[in-house]
């Protein structure tokens, strides 16, 4: 029964939310919009488990002094400096704290990560773009015009090379994404009859 | 000399034009003809929604777009009873002879729009003189439908598509030989494992920032208890840090079972899968500190991902690790090829599961999406002729509607 009951619910939900696609009564609607409430209620539970996994692993970090043990106390020292700047009797989300821990040390750390995306997309392009193989020259080929459409000084070349990287992208490029994307289609009704029918059991944790 | 007479006059002269305008203006309005009614009104209920609206049809007013008694728009009139009171509902523009009356199907929000209640509309047409009534007509109920006519191709592939895959299903469980062709990503999960093992380092696996309703991210999880049985066999660590606290808890159940199914659950360290953050970037910072304090030997992304895709597979190949990944996020593929050894691409990713399982009733399903393919191949061509031949039900077969 411990696993018949799983499989069962999932069957049952599976059924209703691929049927719930083809009736658009507001019954169906409205039973739907219920579900969705309370996947968004076992989220907020489930964050209280995810908040306390990452207290027990860093906790424990720290009491073994594993290496590298200090950055788990400015792990703590952040979750929790903001969850107590964020108390409504110490001003809330628009205390001077909480605002200025918010404006002035998380949003420029998160654009900072963001920012390395530029310097990680010039280290890859410079590894995929070395001319080994045929198919490698016609990446770089194909790459250097698409680049070069965006450069004021080709004069009518410019435009020529506009043409051609337009041609690239919607039609080889374009070709390839739909045929990636059709896979995609597939695999995703495939992989949802084989949850509903319960013969894809990996995320009940068992083969 | 003095100018006060003459302002006198000059500003008595100025309200008597005024007044005089106004006057005429007044007479204007009142002598302007009111603009002939709308004809022939019908209201239907909307076909194929939820039951809160109706279609609103008209004939224009004959002084439509014409001469002095032109019409300005129309006003949508609806009640409870033919007698009325009626209220007004839309004020639509000239020229136009249809609109759509319809609501919400939340009885407390001030658009809700009752189904299965009778109403009775009418439409006038106005101008500056004032509005002409249509007949009523009523009564018209707005209905919810069972079956949505405009998602009949949808039906029928999934229907096709379902009959395939129990069909190769019943063929493998029955013995039958299917071929499926190797992929490297897949065959390189164990030599990636074994890697772990002789460098005496561990395996990060990353599940992506998708939730457990992503597709991406059940087929993850297969993988993953395949993953954990391997290590657990081989004796090496995996690290497991998550975006989504739902898919923490069903990963640690995942690994949990895998230890258990290799023989050995006492190795499981209840430390190795957790949350780190639900911060997209702020997840990146997290896991590119693991790989380059703890140099894993291997790196496994396979999920949903988004931007953070080249941050965390460039810092993986500067920490010198092996990689294999895999999404069905198209965007995010060709940084994946770039910087990992091992690529799954797009539906790969799912079929990962039977490749690595090898049971006959998973391998049944990968046949069942070739044969999708070769249909939707099939099509394509049919389709491609058909618009050369300017055959439109041909493509209409496949129109789906709202």
């Known amino acids: 029964m411990k696993k018949e009951i799983p499989l069962l619910i999932v069957f049952v939900s599976g059924l209703f939310m691929a049927v719930q696609f083809f009736v658009p009564h507001s019954t169906s609607e409205k039973i739907y919009e219920f579900v969705m409430e309370w996947t968004i209620i076992i989220g907020i539970f489930a964050l209280a488990l995810g908040i306390w996994s990452l207290i027990r692993v860093s906790v424990n970090r720290i009491r073994r002094r594993t290496p590298n043990w200090q950055y788990s106390i400015v792990i703590l020292a952040g979750m929790f400096g903001m969850v107590i700047f964020g108390l409504s009797f110490l001003g809330g989300v628009r205390s001077y704290m909480f605002r200025h821990f918010f404006d002035y040390v998380m949003i420029p750390l998160h654009a900072t990560m963001f920012s390395l995306l530029a310097f990680f997309i010039a280290s890859a392009a410079f590894r995929a773009f070395r001319a080994r193989t045929a198919l490698a020259t016609v990446l770089l080929l194909s790459a250097l015009i698409l680049m070069l459409r965006f450069n004021p000084y080709l004069g009518p070349l410019g435009d020529q090379d506009a043409a051609l990287a337009a041609w690239i992208l919607n039609v080889p490029n374009l070709a390839a994404k739909r045929a990636i994307i059709i896979g995609i289609g597939l695999g995703i009704v495939a992989t949802a009859l084989k949850v509903i029918l319960g013969i894809e059991r990996g995320y009940m944790g068992s083969d | ?402």
């Open chain 2, 1 to 402: 000399m003095n100018m006060k007479p003459i302002v006198w006059v000059v500003a008595m002269l100025l309200l008597a034009a005024g007044a005089w305008a106004q006057e005429e203006a007044v007479t204007d309005t009142t002598t302007m003809t009111l603009p002939a009614p709308p004809t022939n009104l019908r209201v239907f209920d909307i076909p194929h929604d939820h039951g809160h609206g109706v279609i609103v049809e008209w004939t224009l007013s004959p002084d439509d777009g014409t001469g002095k008694n032109d019409v300005v728009g129309y006003r949508v009139y609806r009640a409870d009873s033919p007698g009325g009171p009626f209220e007004l509902r839309q004020t639509i523009p000239m020229g136009v002879d249809s609109t759509s009356d319809w609501g919400v199907k939340e009885s407390d929000s001030p658009d809700y729009y009752p189904n299965n209640k009778d109403f009775y509309y009418k439409v006038a047409a106005y101008n500056d003189g004032g509005e002409t009534d249509s007949d009523v007509f009523g009564p018209v109920q707005a209905k919810g439908q069972l079956f949505n006519p405009g998602k009949w191709p949808v039906l029928v592939a999934v229907v096709l598509f379902t009959i395939f895959m129990l069909y190769f299903i019943f063929r493998a469980k029955r013995g039958a030989e299917l071929y499926i062709r190797p992929l490297a990503g897949i065959e390189a999960v164990d030599e990636a494992i074994g890697r772990a093992t002789e460098m005496g380092k561990p395996i990060l696996y990353i599940l992506g920032l998708g939730t457990a309703a992503d597709i991406a991210t059940i087929a993850s999880f297969t993988i993953l208890g395949r993953v954990a049985k391997k290590v657990a066999e081989y004796q090496t660590s995996l690290i497991v840090p998550c975006y989504d606290p739902i898919v923490m808890t069903i990963a640690q159940e995942t690994v949990k079972t895998g230890y258990y199914n290799a023989g050995r659950p006492d190795a499981y360290n209840e430390d190795s899968v957790y949350f780190l953050t639900n911060q997209q970037f702020a997840y990146v910072g997290g896991v590119n500190g693991i790989m380059l304090r703890e140099h894993p030997a291997t790196n496994l992304y396979l999920g949903k991902f988004y931007a953070e895709s080249l941050i965390l597979a460039e810092t993986g190949a500067v920490a010198g690790s092996i990689q294999i990944s895999g999404t069905d996020e198209v965007t995010q593929i060709p940084f994946f090829v770039v910087a990992c050894d091992y690529t799954l691409i797009g539906e790969e990713l799912y079929a990962a599961s039977a490749y690595l399982g090898r049971e006959p009733v998973l391998l049944g399903t990968l046949k069942a999406q070739d044969y999708g393919k070769a249909i939707v191949i099939l099509c394509i061509i049919l389709g491609t002729v058909a618009a050369i031949l300017n055959w439109s039900w041909f493509v209409d077969l496949f129109h789906v509607g709202q």
